[in-house]
């Protein structure tokens, strides 16, 4: 198989996803901030699986920096998957808009930057596939955390115009609400009371929306359809 690219390699689904998809064969471009931490996943993965691994810095925040990126990539990639979170420091946010813009930044403009270099290469090529991975906070925590949760909407819905954009060019584009996920991301985030999922849930269930060539992918709904479905076998 082909490469592909994951930008937020070092988040803890951004690294559950590298795994799922090297063990399905594809080779990696491994990207974040700290090209360093990501050796470790890098090597795990080529001790486990006959692919090719590459760790990448990328800054998400300097956008001057992203079309040499892509460009600098050969060969290019066959897919990009957006696992990039940062939830931030809320209550500095709102006394320090350095710390705002860097959310917003961080979860939306920087994601958009990158995303629309993507899309007009994949355009032009018609191939490949583009996997958006929303907020992993879900929705009990939008009005606290409400700049983090419009950075991240905003982001969310910027990919489904590029869905109608993309449609006749034969690129999927799948666009993933998990819901909250337990990671290292949210352990100081309170917890809704159900449908807490996992990483590693969560990318075997985008690996299996993307290799159906599905557009949306719910968490909630989905965990609500596993579990009845567990129950109809013990019935």
Do not use: W
Request: hydrophobic residues 35%; proline residues 2%.
């Amino acid at each position: 198989m082909g490469y592909a690219l994951i930008l937020g390699a070092n988040s803890d689904i951004g690294k559950v996803i590298a795994e799922k998809y090297a063990f399905e064969g594809y080779n990696l471009y491994l990207a974040d901030l700290n090209a360093d931490k990501l050796e470790e996943t890098k090597q795990y993965i080529i001790d486990m699986c006959e692919v090719e691994v590459h760790a990448l810095k990328f800054n998400t925040l300097e956008f001057y920096t992203h079309r040499n990126f892509y460009k600098d990539l050969d060969p290019k990639p066959d897919g990009v998957i957006i696992a990039s979170d940062y939830t931030g420091d809320h209550k500095r946010s709102q006394k320090d808009f350095l710390e705002a813009k860097k959310i917003i930044d961080s979860n939306y403009t920087g994601l958009v930057s990158i995303l629309n270099i993507v899309a007009s290469d994949f355009e032009q090529r018609k191939e490949g596939f583009i996997i958006a991975i929303g907020s992993i906070i879900g929705e009990q925590n939008q009005k606290t955390l409400y700049t983090y949760s419009a950075a991240k909407q905003g982001f969310i819905m910027h990919v489904e115009g590029l869905k109608e954009r993309l449609k006749n060019s034969n690129v999927q584009v799948l666009t993933a609400r998990p819901g909250f996920v337990h990671t290292k991301e949210t352990k100081d985030i309170q917890a809704p009371d159900q449908h807490i999922s996992i990483p590693s849930d969560v990318a075997e269930q985008i690996f299996n929306a993307q290799q159906s060539r599905k557009d949306s992918l719910n968490g909630k709904k989905n965990m609500c359809q596993k579990i009845l479905s567990l129950v109809g076998k013990h019935k």
